[in-house]
């Protein structure tokens, strides 16, 4: 068998040509970028313009940071066809790679215009309008990728990115336009509640309602506010000014339900919690809310489905484990029962071996 270096000297006849690619490839597998970038340049010998050789080698050449010896073969194949399928957005990422982001975006926006469903082209036109200070832009391509694999963590990382950065940036745009006005009073009340500085959020909250009585959400953003800083009566106060607002209000039906819960007002929390879930059914621990809200008044049956819908969005709730280990005993179904204790002590557990091993770890950097 001839090593790579034979091969690379060896002289290469057409025949020869399908073993040395698929040689190539086998050394790409193995991460071998310098050795498949040897058999792919001697296979070029034989086929010069062969744009999937010339492909291969700008990927392994972009794989070991050569990225302008891999634009010059990106660029190549895109003299002779400038729509050759995924040449562009290869191109767009050694583009990006060296901050050269307006011609990322560029060679990204022509394999978009080719294969319009291309994810990794849309992927880094985002980054690179982002990098470049588009932020809605990149945004609006972020959530079309999203649309389209919703469990994707990297998009989902880069939309939060983004929309922090976006937020910024607006907020910045605001306080030069108006510094003093009850917007930027607002914004800075956000702000301060977000470093949980909470007295000062407060403080500029009451600014915006003396500047503006009627300024829009600002109930419920003193409600969240208060109940963050466990004042619930107060937080209850100002909730039930927004629902008299409006009364399908998700959020301050939500909050409010959590005050009333935590009261054992259960069956006035029940239709609060029937309207956010309307909105937002994919709230789960507003089910773990309703849920204790019908064990406590007594429908249990209907509680144990409720439960059953918060376990279908997260298996690992604990407190749902426990809600049901209580309600099938006191229903009778012992065998249920202590399934879910059991489950819900093996999660305590895990919890547990989890924040061991995070204060393990954080003792080791000291």
């Given at each position: 068998?001839?090593?790579?270096s ?31 970038e ?39 194949i ?78 989902i ?44 959020a ?29 004042d ?19 959020l ?7 005050i ?107």
């Amino acid at each position: 068998m001839l090593m790579i270096s034979e091969l690379i000297h060896a002289q290469v006849t057409p025949s020869s040509l399908e073993g040395l690619l698929a040689r190539a490839i086998e050394l790409e597998k193995s991460k071998d970028y310098g050795g498949a970038e040897g058999l792919y340049k001697k296979a070029l010998l034989t086929s010069p313009d062969d744009p999937e050789i010339l492909k291969r080698l700008g990927l392994v050449c972009q794989q070991q940071g050569k990225h302008d010896e891999s634009i010059e073969v990106f660029r190549k194949i895109l003299k002779r066809a400038p729509v050759y399928p995924g040449a562009n957005a290869f191109l767009a990422i050694s583009y990006y790679a060296l901050n050269k982001f307006d011609k990322a975006i560029e060679s990204s926006q022509q394999e978009l215009t080719g294969n319009p469903k291309d994810k990794q082209a849309r992927y880094y036109l985002s980054l690179a309008l982002s990098a470049s200070g588009r932020l809605f832009e990149a945004i609006q391509h972020l959530e079309t990728l999203q649309n389209d694999d919703p469990k994707n963590l990297a998009v989902i990382y880069q939309l939060v990115v983004d929309y922090k950065a976006a937020a910024q940036q607006a907020s910045q745009r605001l306080a030069r336009m108006a510094p003093d006005s009850e917007f930027s009073h607002a914004i800075r009340a956000e702000v301060l509640a977000d470093s949980e500085r909470f007295d000062e959020a407060v403080a500029e909250f009451n600014e915006v309602l003396r500047r503006k009585p009627d300024f829009p959400g600002i109930h419920l953003a003193l409600g969240q506010l208060h109940w963050r800083r466990k004042d619930l009566e107060k937080s209850q106060e100002e909730l039930r000014l927004a629902l008299a607002e409006d009364p399908n209000q998700p959020l301050a039906n939500y909050y409010l339900a959590d005050i009333l819960v935590t009261d054992k007002e259960f069956l006035r929390a029940i239709p609060h919690l029937e309207i956010t879930l309307s909105i937002y059914p994919e709230l789960t621990r507003a089910y773990w809310l309703l849920g204790k809200c019908l064990a406590g008044s007594g429908r249990e049956e209907q509680a144990i489905d409720v439960f059953k819908k918060a376990l279908a969005q997260d298996p690992n709730y604990k407190e749902v484990h426990f809600q049901l280990h209580e309600l099938y005993g006191r229903l009778g179904d012992k065998t249920a029962s202590q399934r879910h204790f059991q489950i819900f002590e093996q999660l305590i557990r895990e919890s547990q071996n989890q924040d061991r091993e995070v204060l393990q770890r954080s003792q080791q950097k000291r």
